[in-house]
């Protein structure tokens, strides 16, 4: 059975309260250093997402193209994210760290030249799509993995996570409606170009962070061996593999919405590219207000049991976001559909993080990633396929059904994930005869 780490106090005395205590792990400087270079990377990685989207439907007007893009951009974290973890259980991730913001600048710009040229083309767009998903597959959870490693008191990783997730939503908000306004104006290239200039803010903020906490050196078993133990922790103990494969049925059933979100705004809702911002801008907001949310809370108490809620919250905004044909009310569900998207995600990452042996918390991470971005290609190509088929509206009516239906199995669980992980109150109280 998994552990807390006790250096992980979750019901510490001298935490802050009110906005000291929603932004407090900030008080780290390396963790202060990250936050503000992510801040300014993702913001670019959020132009480049929406133009990557507009793109390739600009230049097929295809619903199934839009699928392979996004099948083969999250397949290889499908693939290589168990490899990412036991390197990143091994090596030193901040070096790891650095190597992989290097190599997602270079395809931002590579794919900038592309298109500012005028010879992209859809072989392009699926070849340095496969490229960025190599990357993240070994980004994802390193980077995962490392926020501990840059915070001086260990308490404070709830917050952090979630003040991880307030920068990357904030940014969501920024980037989409910086890129609708480019897009309209000077055309796609330019969004990338501006996401490989980002890199530098982060890639700067890594280099100049100072007395980050090491991984302990320990004489390591082969590779495969490595992954058979972090394989047999995860799912060997149900209150990680509950959470892992609820974020998987998410990924797989819930996330479609991101691929389809070209089609609502250009053929259900007859807008362009600004319509599309506003769309994503909004699931920024939402997820904003999510994250501040987590942010401002002082433990993790009860939190696992939050997951199970908003799963259930995310999966009713996607029913209704299907049915609706009003621009205003449709921003409204996506500012709804961001907020279940992101307590969920977020929840269940600081769940995780906060139940995970040290020794192990890059393969757990690495399951974490498979489940939130392993499943985005088959994600992508179910979606893609059906959208064909059935359209998108009922497309996306069928993913909120089985998100909800997720989220019900779920809370069903709950109850006895307490009994098994009652340390720290993560799943909610347990009864006193039950200890």
């Given at each position: 059975?998994?552990?807390?780490?006790?250096?992980?106090?979750?019901?510490?005395?001298?935490?802050?309260?009110?906005?000291?205590?929603?932004?407090?792990?900030?008080?780290?400087?390396?963790?202060?250093?990250?936050?503000?270079?992510?801040?300014?990377?993702?913001?670019?990685m959020w132009m480049q997402v929406v133009a990557q989207s507009w793109l390739v439907y600009r230049l097929t007007g295809s619903a199934v193209l839009l699928g392979?893009?996004?099948?083969?951009?999250?397949?290889?974290?499908?693939?290589?994210?168990?490899?990412?973890?036991?390197?990143?259980?091994?090596?030193?991730?901040?070096?790891?760290?650095?190597?992989?913001?290097?190599?997602?600048?270079?395809?931002?710009?590579?794919?900038?030249?592309?298109?500012?040229?005028?010879?992209?083309?859809?072989?392009?767009?699926?070849?340095?799509?496969?490229?960025?998903?190599?990357?993240?597959?070994?980004?994802?959870?390193?980077?995962?993995?490392?926020?501990?490693?840059?915070?001086?008191?260990?308490?404070?990783?709830?917050?952090?996570?979630?003040?991880?997730?307030?920068?990357?939503?904030?940014?969501?908000?920024?980037?989409?409606?910086?890129?609708?306004?480019?897009?309209?104006?000077?055309?796609?290239?330019?969004?990338?170009?501006?996401?490989?200039?980002?890199?530098?803010?982060?890639?700067?903020?890594?280099?100049?962070?100072?007395?980050?906490?090491?991984?302990?050196?320990?004489?390591?078993?082969?590779?495969?061996?490595?992954?058979?133990?972090?394989?047999?922790?995860?799912?060997?103990?149900?209150?990680?593999?509950?959470?892992?494969?609820?974020?998987?049925?998410?990924?797989?059933?819930?996330?479609?919405?991101?691929?389809?979100?070209?089609?609502?705004?250009?053929?259900?809702?007859?807008?362009?590219?600004?319509?599309?911002?506003?769309?994503?801008?909004?699931?920024?907001?939402?997820?904003?207000?999510?994250?501040?949310?987590?942010a401002s809370r002082n433990n993790v108490r009860g939190l696992g049991k939050m997951v199970g809620v908003s799963t259930g919250i995310f999966g009713l905004g996607?029913?209704?976001?299907?049915?609706?044909?009003?621009?205003?009310?449709?921003?409204?569900?996506?500012?709804?559909?961001?907020?279940?998207?992101?307590?969920?995600?977020?929840?269940s990452n600081t769940v995780l993080q906060t139940i995970t042996e040290e020794d192990k918390r890059g393969r757990v991470m690495s399951f974490y990633t498979m489940?939130?971005?392993?499943?985005?290609?088959?994600?992508?190509?179910?979606?893609?396929?059906?959208?064909?088929?059935?359209?998108?509206?009922?497309?996306?009516?069928?993913?909120?059904?089985?998100?909800?239906?997720?989220?019900?199995?779920?809370?069903?669980?709950?109850?006895?994930?307490?009994?098994?992980?009652?340390?720290?109150?993560?799943?909610?109280?347990?009864?006193?005869?039950?200890?």
């Open positions: 059975m998994a552990t807390v780490d006790p250096v992980y106090e979750i019901n510490g005395s001298d935490i802050p309260t009110g906005v000291k205590g929603t932004f407090r792990a900030l008080r780290h400087r390396n963790f202060r250093l990250f936050f503000i270079g992510q801040m300014i990377s993702v913001t670019g392979v893009v996004g099948f083969v951009g999250n397949l290889p974290s499908f693939v290589f994210a168990p490899l990412a973890g036991v390197l990143a259980d091994r090596w030193n991730r901040h070096r790891l760290l650095v190597a992989t913001q290097v190599a997602s600048m270079i395809q931002a710009l590579l794919f900038a030249v592309l298109i500012l040229t005028n010879v992209i083309a859809v072989w392009h767009i699926i070849v340095l799509s496969c490229l960025l998903g190599f990357i993240n597959a070994f980004d994802m959870p390193i980077r995962q993995s490392f926020v501990p490693d840059m915070l001086d008191r260990k308490d404070d990783l709830s917050n952090a996570i979630a003040l991880n997730s307030t920068m990357v939503n904030g940014s969501r908000l920024i980037g989409p409606s910086i890129a609708g306004i480019l897009i309209a104006a000077v055309g796609e290239g330019y969004c990338f170009l501006i996401n490989g200039l980002s890199f530098i803010a982060v890639i700067g903020a890594l280099l100049a962070m100072k007395g980050y906490r090491k991984q302990k050196k320990v004489r390591h078993e082969p590779v495969w061996q490595g992954l058979k133990v972090g394989f047999s922790y995860v799912f060997g103990f149900p209150p990680l593999s509950a959470i892992i494969l609820l974020l998987a049925l998410v990924s797989l059933l819930g996330m479609p919405y991101v691929i389809l979100m070209p089609i609502f705004a250009k053929t259900i809702l007859g807008g362009g590219p600004n319509t599309l911002g506003f769309l994503m801008a909004a699931t920024g907001i939402g997820a904003l207000v999510a994250a501040i949310y987590l996607l029913v209704l976001f299907s049915f609706s044909r009003s621009f205003p009310l449709s921003v409204a569900l996506m500012a709804v559909t961001g907020f279940g998207m992101i307590t969920q995600m977020a929840g489940a939130f971005r392993g499943m985005a290609p088959f994600s992508s190509l179910l979606a893609g396929g059906l959208a064909s088929a059935i359209g998108a509206p009922y497309t996306l009516l069928i993913s909120g059904l089985c998100t909800m239906l997720g989220a019900l199995w779920y809370s069903r669980k709950v109850s006895s994930l307490r009994q098994l992980c009652p340390t720290g109150d993560v799943f909610g109280p347990v009864a006193p005869n039950a200890r």
